[in-house]
């Protein structure tokens, strides 16, 4: 099932109403996601993951993640294009996503290439 992560710059009660609009009308369309109110801290975690974000703040591109505009949602000047905007994302083949790539670290003592302890 795909992500949606709504994310804007009013506050958390603000991207739980956009969530909320944007929940009701998958589900009023029969479409099935996990529509998440975040924050911006949320999406810098390396856990963060998401199919889509809709934002009413800059995204970085460097996230690679669609991102639609809540704008119209948020001022209610035209939410049928943040809407429409879903749909056309949603509708796209799921991306294949890579493992995620961790720094190395120090070898953990006992494991495979890790510094073996003199005994004196």
């Known amino acids: ?4 992560a709504v994310v804007s710059g ?20 029969g ?3 996990h529509v998440l109110p975040t924050t911006v801290m949320d999406m810098l975690s390396q856990d963060f993951h998401a199919d889509l974000i809709i934002a009413t703040v800059e995204i970085p591109q460097s996230l690679r993640i669609p991102v639609v505009s809540g704008m ?11 809407f429409d ?3 056309r994302l949603l509708a796209r083949p799921s991306p294949v996503r890579p ?4 720094p190395p670290g120090r ?13 004196p």
């Open 107 to 119: 070898p953990v003592p006992g494991r495979p290439g890790a510094p073996q302890r003199r005994t």
């Open 99 to 102: 493992a995620r790539h961790r």
């Open 31 to 33: 479409i099935q996601a």
């Open 1 to 4: 099932m795909r992500t949606i």
């Open 72 to 82: 119209p949602l948020l001022l209610e000047t035209d939410p049928q294009v943040v």
């Open 85 to 87: 905007d879903v749909e």
């Open 10 to 29: 009013s506050g958390v009660t603000a991207s739980a109403h956009l969530a909320r609009q944007v929940r009701e009308h998958l589900a009023h369309r």
